[in-house]
Protein backbone atom coordinates (compact mmCIF):
# COMPACT_ATOMS: atom_id res chain seq x y z
CA UNK A 1 0.00 0.00 0.00
CA UNK A 2 1.49 3.84 -0.91
CA UNK A 3 1.85 5.69 2.41
CA UNK A 4 -0.57 8.64 2.22
CA UNK A 5 1.92 11.92 0.41
CA UNK A 6 0.68 15.20 1.96
CA UNK A 7 2.19 18.69 2.04
CA UNK A 8 5.54 19.24 -0.14
CA UNK A 9 5.97 15.76 0.28
CA UNK A 10 7.00 14.86 -3.84
CA UNK A 11 6.99 11.23 -4.87
CA UNK A 12 8.42 11.24 -8.59
CA UNK A 13 9.90 8.46 -10.65
CA UNK A 14 10.40 7.65 -14.43
CA UNK A 15 10.97 3.67 -14.68
CA UNK A 16 13.12 2.66 -17.09
CA UNK A 17 14.89 -1.29 -18.61
CA UNK A 18 13.49 -3.62 -16.07
CA UNK A 19 11.68 -1.78 -13.56
CA UNK A 20 8.98 -0.30 -15.93
CA UNK A 21 5.86 -1.53 -13.98
CA UNK A 22 3.22 -3.33 -16.97
CA UNK A 23 -0.16 -4.94 -16.87
CA UNK A 24 -1.60 -6.50 -20.14
CA UNK A 25 -0.22 -4.24 -22.87
CA UNK A 26 0.23 -0.80 -21.04
CA UNK A 27 3.25 -0.12 -19.47
CA UNK A 28 3.83 2.76 -16.48
CA UNK A 29 6.73 4.51 -17.42
CA UNK A 30 6.67 7.42 -15.07
CA UNK A 31 4.21 8.73 -11.98
CA UNK A 32 4.32 12.20 -10.35
CA UNK A 33 2.47 12.46 -6.84
CA UNK A 34 2.35 16.73 -6.18
CA UNK A 35 -0.34 17.53 -4.44
CA UNK A 36 -1.47 21.43 -3.83
CA UNK A 37 -3.66 21.01 -0.88
CA UNK A 38 -6.29 18.30 -0.04
CA UNK A 39 -10.32 18.63 -0.15
CA UNK A 40 -12.30 18.32 2.65
CA UNK A 41 -13.04 14.89 1.34
CA UNK A 42 -9.41 13.78 1.41
CA UNK A 43 -9.26 14.08 -2.40
CA UNK A 44 -6.06 15.70 -4.16
CA UNK A 45 -6.33 15.62 -7.63
CA UNK A 46 -9.45 15.34 -9.95
CA UNK A 47 -9.64 15.64 -14.49
CA UNK A 48 -6.11 15.80 -16.65
CA UNK A 49 -5.05 16.76 -20.31
CA UNK A 50 -2.60 17.28 -22.32
CA UNK A 51 -0.85 19.67 -24.72
CA UNK A 52 1.86 19.99 -27.61
CA UNK A 53 3.70 22.43 -28.31
CA UNK A 54 4.20 23.03 -32.48
CA UNK A 55 8.23 21.88 -31.70
CA UNK A 56 6.63 18.37 -30.31
CA UNK A 57 7.19 18.84 -26.82
CA UNK A 58 4.32 17.91 -24.47
CA UNK A 59 2.67 18.35 -21.60
CA UNK A 60 0.35 17.15 -18.83
CA UNK A 61 -2.05 19.51 -17.19
CA UNK A 62 -3.35 18.05 -13.46
CA UNK A 63 -6.48 19.35 -11.66
CA UNK A 64 -5.30 19.46 -8.24
CA UNK A 65 -7.21 21.13 -5.22
CA UNK A 66 -6.25 24.76 -5.47
CA UNK A 67 -5.27 24.81 -8.94
CA UNK A 68 -3.89 23.52 -11.92
CA UNK A 69 -0.18 21.76 -12.39
CA UNK A 70 1.22 21.64 -15.47
CA UNK A 71 3.97 19.17 -16.03
CA UNK A 72 6.70 18.59 -18.42
CA UNK A 73 6.96 14.91 -19.86
CA UNK A 74 10.06 15.40 -21.76
CA UNK A 75 13.40 15.24 -19.69
CA UNK A 76 14.31 12.45 -17.93
CA UNK A 77 12.02 12.77 -15.24
CA UNK A 78 8.47 14.36 -14.61
CA UNK A 79 8.87 17.78 -13.05
CA UNK A 80 6.02 20.61 -12.41
CA UNK A 81 7.17 23.43 -14.82
CA UNK A 82 4.01 25.69 -13.54
CA UNK A 83 1.08 26.24 -11.22
CA UNK A 84 -2.50 27.94 -12.27
CA UNK A 85 -4.20 28.95 -8.67
CA UNK A 86 -7.62 28.78 -8.79
CA UNK A 87 -10.79 28.85 -6.61
CA UNK A 88 -11.73 25.77 -4.19
CA UNK A 89 -14.98 24.64 -3.25
CA UNK A 90 -16.41 21.69 -1.31
CA UNK A 91 -15.35 19.58 -3.65
CA UNK A 92 -12.41 18.69 -5.99
CA UNK A 93 -14.00 19.12 -9.46
CA UNK A 94 -12.11 21.11 -12.07
CA UNK A 95 -11.51 20.38 -15.75
CA UNK A 96 -9.54 21.53 -18.43
CA UNK A 97 -9.62 21.88 -22.14
CA UNK A 98 -6.73 23.37 -24.73
CA UNK A 99 -7.01 24.95 -27.84
CA UNK A 100 -3.84 26.51 -30.13
CA UNK A 101 -1.88 27.83 -27.45
CA UNK A 102 -4.28 28.07 -24.22
CA UNK A 103 -5.62 25.86 -21.99
CA UNK A 104 -9.51 26.68 -20.69
CA UNK A 105 -9.83 25.86 -16.94
CA UNK A 106 -13.57 25.45 -15.37
CA UNK A 107 -14.27 24.70 -11.83
CA UNK A 108 -17.53 25.10 -9.39
CA UNK A 109 -15.21 27.72 -7.83
CA UNK A 110 -16.71 30.56 -9.40
CA UNK A 111 -13.98 32.02 -11.57
CA UNK A 112 -15.34 31.54 -14.92
CA UNK A 113 -13.40 29.88 -17.00
CA UNK A 114 -9.37 30.78 -16.39
CA UNK A 115 -7.91 30.96 -19.78
CA UNK A 116 -3.65 30.26 -19.96
CA UNK A 117 -1.28 31.36 -22.31
CA UNK A 118 1.00 28.02 -22.70
CA UNK A 119 3.41 29.29 -25.11
CA UNK A 120 6.14 30.19 -22.95
CA UNK A 121 6.80 26.75 -21.75
CA UNK A 122 8.87 25.23 -20.24
CA UNK A 123 9.87 28.55 -19.11
CA UNK A 124 6.13 29.94 -17.91
CA UNK A 125 2.38 30.02 -18.13
CA UNK A 126 0.41 32.96 -17.79
CA UNK A 127 -3.12 33.72 -16.38
CA UNK A 128 -4.48 35.58 -18.97
CA UNK A 129 -7.91 36.18 -17.69
CA UNK A 130 -10.91 34.71 -15.50
CA UNK A 131 -13.77 35.07 -18.47
CA UNK A 132 -17.23 35.28 -16.91
CA UNK A 133 -20.11 35.56 -18.98
CA UNK A 134 -22.97 37.79 -18.14
CA UNK A 135 -26.46 38.36 -20.19
CA UNK A 136 -27.24 41.67 -19.68
CA UNK A 137 -30.87 41.30 -19.97
CA UNK A 138 -31.78 38.61 -17.68
CA UNK A 139 -28.76 38.91 -15.44
CA UNK A 140 -27.57 35.33 -15.47
CA UNK A 141 -23.79 34.56 -15.47
CA UNK A 142 -21.38 31.77 -16.36
CA UNK A 143 -19.24 32.22 -12.97
CA UNK A 144 -19.20 28.23 -12.51
CA UNK A 145 -19.03 25.73 -14.94
CA UNK A 146 -18.96 21.67 -14.41
CA UNK A 147 -17.10 20.52 -17.49
CA UNK A 148 -15.68 22.02 -20.64
CA UNK A 149 -15.80 20.90 -24.19
CA UNK A 150 -13.31 22.21 -27.00
CA UNK A 151 -13.64 21.37 -30.68
CA UNK A 152 -13.32 23.19 -34.26
CA UNK A 153 -12.50 26.50 -32.50
CA UNK A 154 -15.97 26.75 -30.66
CA UNK A 155 -15.85 26.68 -26.67
CA UNK A 156 -19.01 24.48 -24.88
CA UNK A 157 -19.31 24.93 -21.48
CA UNK A 158 -21.37 22.23 -19.72
CA UNK A 159 -23.29 22.34 -16.30
CA UNK A 160 -23.68 25.72 -15.77
CA UNK A 161 -24.96 27.52 -12.46
CA UNK A 162 -26.58 30.21 -13.11
CA UNK A 163 -27.46 29.28 -16.28
CA UNK A 164 -31.12 27.18 -16.39
CA UNK A 165 -31.30 24.81 -17.41
CA UNK A 166 -27.56 24.29 -17.46
CA UNK A 167 -26.91 22.90 -20.65
CA UNK A 168 -24.56 23.56 -23.06
CA UNK A 169 -23.40 27.20 -23.56
CA UNK A 170 -21.34 27.76 -26.92
CA UNK A 171 -18.41 30.62 -27.65
CA UNK A 172 -16.56 31.17 -30.68
CA UNK A 173 -13.13 31.44 -29.64
CA UNK A 174 -11.91 31.69 -33.68
CA UNK A 175 -11.38 35.25 -33.78
CA UNK A 176 -9.53 35.48 -30.84
CA UNK A 177 -9.13 32.97 -28.47
CA UNK A 178 -8.73 35.31 -25.40
CA UNK A 179 -12.40 36.68 -25.58
CA UNK A 180 -14.80 33.92 -25.92
CA UNK A 181 -18.16 35.31 -28.62
CA UNK A 182 -21.29 33.75 -27.35
CA UNK A 183 -23.31 32.71 -30.38
CA UNK A 184 -25.81 30.11 -28.58
CA UNK A 185 -26.57 26.79 -26.85
CA UNK A 186 -28.08 24.19 -26.60
CA UNK A 187 -30.44 23.58 -23.42
CA UNK A 188 -33.03 20.14 -23.00
CA UNK A 189 -31.83 19.77 -19.34
CA UNK A 190 -28.91 19.69 -17.16
CA UNK A 191 -26.01 18.55 -19.11
CA UNK A 192 -22.73 16.93 -17.11
CA UNK A 193 -20.57 16.63 -20.05
CA UNK A 194 -20.40 16.80 -23.81
CA UNK A 195 -18.81 15.58 -27.09
CA UNK A 196 -18.35 17.39 -30.25
CA UNK A 197 -17.24 16.11 -33.26
CA UNK A 198 -17.76 17.63 -36.43
CA UNK A 199 -20.93 18.84 -36.41
CA UNK A 200 -22.77 16.90 -33.86
CA UNK A 201 -22.95 17.53 -30.27
CA UNK A 202 -23.36 14.27 -27.60
CA UNK A 203 -24.45 15.98 -24.27
CA UNK A 204 -24.35 13.61 -21.48
CA UNK A 205 -27.84 14.13 -19.15
CA UNK A 206 -26.65 12.79 -15.75
CA UNK A 207 -29.81 13.80 -13.70
CA UNK A 208 -33.01 12.08 -13.67
CA UNK A 209 -32.23 9.16 -16.08
CA UNK A 210 -31.78 11.81 -18.75
CA UNK A 211 -29.33 9.70 -21.13
CA UNK A 212 -28.21 11.02 -23.68
CA UNK A 213 -28.69 14.01 -25.86
CA UNK A 214 -27.54 13.82 -29.66
CA UNK A 215 -28.24 17.44 -32.00
CA UNK A 216 -26.41 19.02 -35.03
CA UNK A 217 -25.15 22.24 -33.88
CA UNK A 218 -23.93 22.45 -37.95
CA UNK A 219 -25.67 26.10 -37.11
CA UNK A 220 -24.50 26.72 -32.99
CA UNK A 221 -26.96 29.81 -32.78
CA UNK A 222 -29.81 27.20 -33.69
CA UNK A 223 -29.13 23.37 -32.37
CA UNK A 224 -31.56 20.57 -33.86
CA UNK A 225 -31.75 17.60 -31.49
CA UNK A 226 -31.36 14.81 -34.41
CA UNK A 227 -31.85 12.17 -31.07
CA UNK A 228 -31.74 10.83 -27.59
CA UNK A 229 -31.24 7.74 -26.34
CA UNK A 230 -33.05 7.15 -22.91
CA UNK A 231 -32.81 4.19 -20.55
CA UNK A 232 -33.88 3.08 -17.20
CA UNK A 233 -32.12 4.41 -14.08
CA UNK A 234 -29.66 6.18 -16.32
CA UNK A 235 -27.12 8.49 -15.02
CA UNK A 236 -24.70 9.59 -17.78
CA UNK A 237 -21.61 10.90 -16.98
CA UNK A 238 -20.15 11.59 -20.50
CA UNK A 239 -20.03 9.89 -24.10
CA UNK A 240 -17.71 9.45 -27.03
CA UNK A 241 -18.68 8.52 -30.55
CA UNK A 242 -16.91 5.54 -32.85
CA UNK A 243 -14.36 6.80 -35.55
CA UNK A 244 -17.54 6.01 -38.16
CA UNK A 245 -20.40 7.87 -36.17
CA UNK A 246 -22.29 4.86 -36.00
CA UNK A 247 -22.06 4.08 -32.21
CA UNK A 248 -21.84 5.56 -28.92
CA UNK A 249 -20.25 5.08 -26.47
CA UNK A 250 -21.49 6.10 -22.28
CA UNK A 251 -20.69 5.94 -19.20
CA UNK A 252 -22.84 5.78 -15.96
CA UNK A 253 -21.20 7.47 -12.79
CA UNK A 254 -25.04 7.46 -10.90
CA UNK A 255 -28.37 5.66 -11.08
CA UNK A 256 -29.64 2.32 -11.15
CA UNK A 257 -28.24 1.06 -14.06
CA UNK A 258 -24.65 -0.79 -14.39
CA UNK A 259 -22.45 2.03 -14.11
CA UNK A 260 -20.37 0.54 -16.96
CA UNK A 261 -19.75 1.69 -20.52
CA UNK A 262 -22.69 1.18 -23.15
CA UNK A 263 -22.75 0.83 -26.91
CA UNK A 264 -25.71 2.02 -28.55
CA UNK A 265 -26.39 2.31 -32.54
CA UNK A 266 -27.11 4.86 -33.99
CA UNK A 267 -27.67 4.34 -37.74
CA UNK A 268 -31.88 4.58 -37.13
CA UNK A 269 -31.46 8.12 -35.56
CA UNK A 270 -33.70 9.47 -33.75
CA UNK A 271 -34.14 5.89 -32.67
CA UNK A 272 -31.16 4.09 -30.91
CA UNK A 273 -30.56 0.75 -29.21
CA UNK A 274 -27.58 -0.51 -27.15
CA UNK A 275 -25.44 -4.03 -28.70
CA UNK A 276 -23.17 -4.20 -25.98
CA UNK A 277 -21.07 -3.16 -22.73
CA UNK A 278 -17.96 -3.08 -20.89
CA UNK A 279 -16.86 -3.26 -17.36
CA UNK A 280 -13.53 -3.90 -15.97
CA UNK A 281 -14.79 -4.75 -12.39
CA UNK A 282 -18.60 -4.30 -12.11
CA UNK A 283 -18.16 -3.02 -8.58
CA UNK A 284 -15.84 -0.24 -10.12
CA UNK A 285 -17.62 2.55 -11.27
CA UNK A 286 -16.48 3.76 -15.02
CA UNK A 287 -15.70 7.75 -15.21
CA UNK A 288 -14.91 8.76 -18.24
CA UNK A 289 -14.25 7.23 -21.92
CA UNK A 290 -12.19 8.97 -24.98
CA UNK A 291 -11.51 7.32 -28.13
CA UNK A 292 -8.31 7.65 -30.47
CA UNK A 293 -8.76 5.52 -33.35
CA UNK A 294 -10.09 1.98 -32.69
CA UNK A 295 -9.46 2.25 -28.43
CA UNK A 296 -11.51 3.34 -26.07
CA UNK A 297 -9.31 5.28 -23.38
CA UNK A 298 -10.94 4.65 -19.88
CA UNK A 299 -10.55 5.98 -17.00
CA UNK A 300 -12.58 3.34 -14.34
CA UNK A 301 -12.13 4.30 -10.71
CA UNK A 302 -11.44 1.72 -8.32
CA UNK A 303 -10.01 -0.55 -11.78
CA UNK A 304 -7.89 2.31 -12.87
CA UNK A 305 -6.74 3.13 -16.60
CA UNK A 306 -8.44 1.13 -18.71
CA UNK A 307 -7.90 0.00 -23.04
CA UNK A 308 -11.23 -1.36 -24.80
CA UNK A 309 -10.32 -2.37 -28.91
CA UNK A 310 -13.56 -1.29 -30.45
CA UNK A 311 -12.82 -1.87 -33.92
CA UNK A 312 -15.89 -3.80 -33.81
CA UNK A 313 -18.52 -1.49 -31.53
CA UNK A 314 -20.74 -4.35 -30.80
CA UNK A 315 -18.10 -6.76 -29.59
CA UNK A 316 -15.95 -4.76 -27.24
CA UNK A 317 -12.36 -5.95 -25.92
CA UNK A 318 -10.31 -5.43 -23.38
CA UNK A 319 -6.48 -5.16 -24.22
CA UNK A 320 -4.79 -3.26 -21.85
CA UNK A 321 -4.75 -1.71 -18.11
CA UNK A 322 -2.73 -0.07 -15.59
CA UNK A 323 -4.16 -0.16 -11.89
CA UNK A 324 -3.66 3.39 -10.33
CA UNK A 325 -5.62 2.51 -7.09
CA UNK A 326 -4.77 0.94 -4.10
CA UNK A 327 -6.86 0.97 -0.81
CA UNK A 328 -6.06 4.27 0.64
CA UNK A 329 -6.20 5.56 4.71
CA UNK A 330 -7.27 9.49 3.87
CA UNK A 331 -11.16 9.43 4.09
CA UNK A 332 -12.96 9.67 0.23
CA UNK A 333 -16.08 10.68 -0.44
CA UNK A 334 -18.93 8.52 -1.37
CA UNK A 335 -16.47 5.43 -2.43
CA UNK A 336 -15.32 7.71 -5.16
CA UNK A 337 -11.66 6.95 -5.95
CA UNK A 338 -9.03 6.12 -8.17
CA UNK A 339 -8.59 7.41 -11.78
CA UNK A 340 -11.32 10.18 -12.25
CA UNK A 341 -9.62 11.50 -16.19
CA UNK A 342 -7.47 10.08 -18.97
CA UNK A 343 -5.62 11.55 -21.92
CA UNK A 344 -4.74 9.02 -24.57
CA UNK A 345 -3.50 12.32 -28.02
CA UNK A 346 -0.18 12.38 -27.53
CA UNK A 347 1.69 12.15 -30.68
CA UNK A 348 4.07 10.71 -28.91
CA UNK A 349 2.31 7.11 -28.01
CA UNK A 350 2.02 8.10 -24.61
CA UNK A 351 -0.85 8.23 -22.61
CA UNK A 352 -1.59 10.10 -19.19
CA UNK A 353 -4.22 9.34 -16.04
CA UNK A 354 -5.08 11.28 -13.08
CA UNK A 355 -5.80 9.57 -9.77
CA UNK A 356 -7.76 11.65 -7.43
CA UNK A 357 -5.63 10.23 -4.66
CA UNK A 358 -1.56 9.23 -5.84
CA UNK A 359 -1.63 11.75 -8.90
CA UNK A 360 -0.46 11.89 -12.47
CA UNK A 361 0.29 8.45 -14.44
CA UNK A 362 2.12 8.37 -17.65
CA UNK A 363 1.94 4.98 -19.92
CA UNK A 364 2.55 3.16 -23.22
CA UNK A 365 0.26 1.06 -24.62
CA UNK A 366 1.10 -1.31 -26.94
CA UNK A 367 -1.08 -0.11 -29.80
CA UNK A 368 -0.66 3.24 -29.59
CA UNK A 369 1.62 4.23 -32.17
CA UNK A 370 4.23 6.95 -32.08
CA UNK A 371 3.00 9.68 -34.39
CA UNK A 372 6.27 11.30 -36.53
CA UNK A 373 6.99 14.79 -37.03
CA UNK A 374 6.33 15.13 -40.88
CA UNK A 375 9.70 15.83 -43.19
CA UNK A 376 9.25 17.75 -46.04
CA UNK A 377 10.62 15.73 -49.01
CA UNK A 378 9.17 18.29 -52.15
CA UNK A 379 9.83 20.67 -53.51
CA UNK A 380 13.57 20.45 -51.92
CA UNK A 381 14.57 23.94 -49.89
CA UNK A 382 15.79 26.61 -52.05
CA UNK A 383 14.43 25.66 -54.95
CA UNK A 384 13.33 28.09 -57.75
CA UNK A 385 10.26 28.15 -59.94
CA UNK A 386 9.25 24.40 -58.95
CA UNK A 387 5.41 23.85 -58.08
CA UNK A 388 4.27 20.93 -59.37
CA UNK A 389 3.88 19.27 -56.32
CA UNK A 390 4.66 19.25 -52.61
CA UNK A 391 5.12 16.35 -50.53
CA UNK A 392 6.23 15.12 -46.89
CA UNK A 393 6.57 12.23 -45.04
CA UNK A 394 3.38 10.16 -43.62
CA UNK A 395 3.27 10.98 -39.64
CA UNK A 396 1.58 8.10 -38.88
CA UNK A 397 -0.96 5.23 -40.52
CA UNK A 398 -4.59 6.65 -41.38
CA UNK A 399 -6.61 3.54 -40.22
CA UNK A 400 -4.98 3.56 -37.03
CA UNK A 401 -4.73 6.91 -36.08
CA UNK A 402 -6.94 9.27 -38.17
CA UNK A 403 -5.46 13.01 -38.82
CA UNK A 404 -5.19 15.78 -41.40
CA UNK A 405 -2.08 17.76 -42.77
CA UNK A 406 -2.13 21.65 -43.12
CA UNK A 407 0.24 22.54 -45.30
CA UNK A 408 1.35 26.37 -45.63
CA UNK A 409 2.51 28.62 -47.80
CA UNK A 410 3.68 32.02 -46.85
CA UNK A 411 5.37 34.77 -48.67
CA UNK A 412 4.60 38.30 -50.04
CA UNK A 413 1.93 39.20 -48.21
CA UNK A 414 0.74 35.40 -49.14
CA UNK A 415 -1.04 33.05 -45.99
CA UNK A 416 -2.26 29.85 -47.77
CA UNK A 417 -3.49 26.60 -46.07
CA UNK A 418 -4.37 23.43 -47.98
CA UNK A 419 -6.00 20.28 -46.22
CA UNK A 420 -5.82 17.02 -47.09
CA UNK A 421 -5.26 13.86 -45.24
CA UNK A 422 -2.99 12.48 -48.23
CA UNK A 423 1.16 13.00 -47.88
CA UNK A 424 1.11 15.27 -51.27
CA UNK A 425 -0.90 18.22 -52.29
CA UNK A 426 -0.97 19.80 -56.40
CA UNK A 427 -1.98 23.00 -55.85
CA UNK A 428 -4.30 24.98 -58.41
CA UNK A 429 -2.32 27.27 -61.02
CA UNK A 430 -3.94 29.99 -59.22
CA UNK A 431 -2.24 29.72 -56.30
CA UNK A 432 -1.40 33.72 -55.34
CA UNK A 433 1.85 33.79 -55.60
CA UNK A 434 3.46 37.20 -57.28
CA UNK A 435 6.05 36.78 -59.25
CA UNK A 436 9.21 37.28 -58.37
CA UNK A 437 8.50 36.24 -54.80
CA UNK A 438 10.56 34.76 -51.83
CA UNK A 439 8.10 32.31 -50.02
CA UNK A 440 8.42 29.34 -47.09
CA UNK A 441 6.10 26.08 -46.62
CA UNK A 442 5.78 23.97 -43.61
CA UNK A 443 3.75 21.21 -43.01
CA UNK A 444 1.13 21.05 -39.52
CA UNK A 445 -0.19 18.01 -38.49
CA UNK A 446 -3.38 17.46 -36.44
CA UNK A 447 -6.52 15.37 -35.24
CA UNK A 448 -9.31 16.34 -32.86
CA UNK A 449 -6.81 17.54 -29.80
CA UNK A 450 -3.21 18.39 -31.16
CA UNK A 451 -1.68 20.22 -33.83
CA UNK A 452 2.14 19.95 -34.37
CA UNK A 453 4.72 21.16 -37.21
CA UNK A 454 6.91 19.70 -39.67
CA UNK A 455 10.43 18.91 -38.49
CA UNK A 456 11.97 21.63 -41.12
CA UNK A 457 10.04 24.75 -42.83
CA UNK A 458 11.46 25.11 -46.57
CA UNK A 459 12.01 27.88 -48.69
CA UNK A 460 11.55 28.65 -52.50
CA UNK A 461 11.56 31.32 -54.98
CA UNK A 462 9.14 32.07 -57.68
CA UNK A 463 10.96 34.13 -60.99
CA UNK A 464 9.27 37.04 -62.46
CA UNK A 465 8.36 35.09 -65.36
CA UNK A 466 7.45 32.05 -63.49
CA UNK A 467 3.88 33.42 -62.54
CA UNK A 468 1.36 34.83 -64.56
CA UNK A 469 -1.32 37.91 -64.18
CA UNK A 470 -3.80 36.05 -63.07
CA UNK A 471 -2.14 35.60 -59.45
CA UNK A 472 -1.90 39.14 -58.66
CA UNK A 473 -4.97 40.33 -56.99
CA UNK A 474 -7.80 40.13 -58.52
CA UNK A 475 -10.11 42.50 -59.87
CA UNK A 476 -13.88 40.73 -60.10
CA UNK A 477 -15.59 37.77 -57.85
CA UNK A 478 -14.50 34.39 -59.42
CA UNK A 479 -15.44 31.02 -58.30
CA UNK A 480 -13.24 28.31 -59.52
CA UNK A 481 -13.59 24.79 -60.14
CA UNK A 482 -12.49 22.67 -57.30
CA UNK A 483 -9.39 20.20 -57.35
CA UNK A 484 -9.14 17.69 -57.69
CA UNK A 485 -12.38 17.14 -59.33
CA UNK A 486 -13.80 14.21 -59.06
CA UNK A 487 -11.64 13.39 -55.49
CA UNK A 488 -12.30 10.87 -53.30
CA UNK A 489 -12.59 12.54 -49.79
CA UNK A 490 -11.12 15.43 -50.34
CA UNK A 491 -11.10 18.28 -52.25
CA UNK A 492 -9.87 22.01 -52.62
CA UNK A 493 -12.67 24.85 -53.32
CA UNK A 494 -11.15 28.65 -54.45
CA UNK A 495 -12.36 32.10 -54.95
CA UNK A 496 -11.45 34.95 -55.56
CA UNK A 497 -12.58 38.56 -53.75
CA UNK A 498 -11.92 42.02 -55.30
CA UNK A 499 -13.08 43.49 -51.69
CA UNK A 500 -14.17 42.84 -48.29
CA UNK A 501 -16.32 40.58 -48.52
CA UNK A 502 -18.62 38.52 -45.67
CA UNK A 503 -19.14 35.32 -47.34
CA UNK A 504 -21.06 31.79 -46.97
CA UNK A 505 -20.06 28.24 -48.78
CA UNK A 506 -22.25 25.62 -48.85
CA UNK A 507 -22.53 22.05 -50.49
CA UNK A 508 -26.06 20.72 -51.59
CA UNK A 509 -26.87 17.44 -53.03
CA UNK A 510 -28.65 16.91 -56.26
CA UNK A 511 -32.36 17.52 -54.89
CA UNK A 512 -31.00 20.76 -53.01
CA UNK A 513 -30.21 19.38 -49.49
CA UNK A 514 -27.55 21.27 -47.72
CA UNK A 515 -24.62 18.38 -47.40
CA UNK A 516 -21.87 20.72 -45.25
CA UNK A 517 -21.35 24.38 -44.62
CA UNK A 518 -17.72 25.08 -45.13
CA UNK A 519 -18.02 29.19 -44.52
CA UNK A 520 -21.00 30.79 -42.48
CA UNK A 521 -21.01 34.68 -43.33
CA UNK A 522 -17.20 34.79 -42.64
CA UNK A 523 -15.34 38.14 -43.46
CA UNK A 524 -13.04 37.84 -45.24
CA UNK A 525 -9.96 40.28 -47.05
CA UNK A 526 -9.50 40.28 -50.77
CA UNK A 527 -7.40 38.39 -52.72
CA UNK A 528 -7.78 34.57 -53.71
CA UNK A 529 -8.96 32.27 -50.71
CA UNK A 530 -9.33 27.94 -50.55
CA UNK A 531 -11.46 25.91 -48.55
CA UNK A 532 -11.27 21.76 -47.95
CA UNK A 533 -14.31 19.95 -47.90
CA UNK A 534 -13.73 16.84 -46.33
CA UNK A 535 -16.34 14.31 -47.77
CA UNK A 536 -15.38 11.42 -45.76
CA UNK A 537 -18.74 10.82 -44.58
CA UNK A 538 -20.04 11.94 -47.59
CA UNK A 539 -21.88 9.31 -49.95
CA UNK A 540 -20.57 9.07 -53.57
CA UNK A 541 -22.22 11.10 -55.65
CA UNK A 542 -22.89 14.51 -57.68
CA UNK A 543 -23.19 17.26 -55.54
CA UNK A 544 -23.06 21.39 -55.79
CA UNK A 545 -20.95 23.94 -54.21
CA UNK A 546 -22.52 27.47 -53.63
CA UNK A 547 -20.42 30.67 -53.05
CA UNK A 548 -22.58 33.21 -51.37
CA UNK A 549 -22.06 37.07 -50.74
CA UNK A 550 -23.80 40.28 -50.93
CA UNK A 551 -22.55 41.54 -54.22
CA UNK A 552 -22.10 37.95 -55.98
CA UNK A 553 -23.27 34.29 -56.17
CA UNK A 554 -22.15 31.22 -58.45
CA UNK A 555 -22.59 27.44 -57.71
CA UNK A 556 -20.11 24.58 -59.67
CA UNK A 557 -20.76 20.81 -59.83
CA UNK A 558 -17.88 18.67 -58.02
CA UNK A 559 -18.10 14.95 -57.90
CA UNK A 560 -17.36 12.30 -55.23
CA UNK A 561 -15.89 8.62 -56.35
CA UNK A 562 -15.07 6.58 -53.65
Not at 5 to 13: D, E, K, N, Y
Not at 21 to 44: E, F, W, Y
Not at 45 to 66: F, H, M, N, Q, R
Not at 112 to 137: H, R
Request: with cysteine; aromatic share 12%; charged share 15%.
Amino acid sequence: MRSSVVGSIVVIFLLCGSAFSQSNGVTLIGHLDQPHGISPQGTKYSSCWGWVAPDGKEYALIAVYTGTSIIDLNGDSLREVAFIPGPTSSYIWREMKTYKHYAYIVSEGGSGVQIVDLSGLPDTAILVKEFIFTDTLTGRDIARSHTVTLADGYLYLNGSANWSPSGVVIFSLRNDPTNPAYVGEYGPTYIHDSYVRNDTLYAAAIFSSGGLYIANVRDKANPVELGRISYAGSGTHNAWASVDGKYAFTTDEIGSTAHNIKVWALDSLPNSFQVAEYSADPTAITHNVHGRGNYLYVAHYKAGMRVVDVLDPPIPAEVGFYDTYEPFPDPVFGGYAGCWGVYPYFPSGKWIGSDMQTGLYVCTFSGLVPRRRPQLLEPPDSAVNTLSKFRWSSAADQAEDPHYYDLHIVGNGVDTVFTTRDTSIVPPQFIPIDAGGEFSWFVIVRDEFTEVSSIDTFHFTVAPNAVGEENRMPNEYSLYQNYPNPFNSTTVISFQLPVESWVTMKVYNVIGNEVQTLLNNKRLQPGTHHVTFDASMVSSGIYFYRLTSPKFTSTKKLVLIR
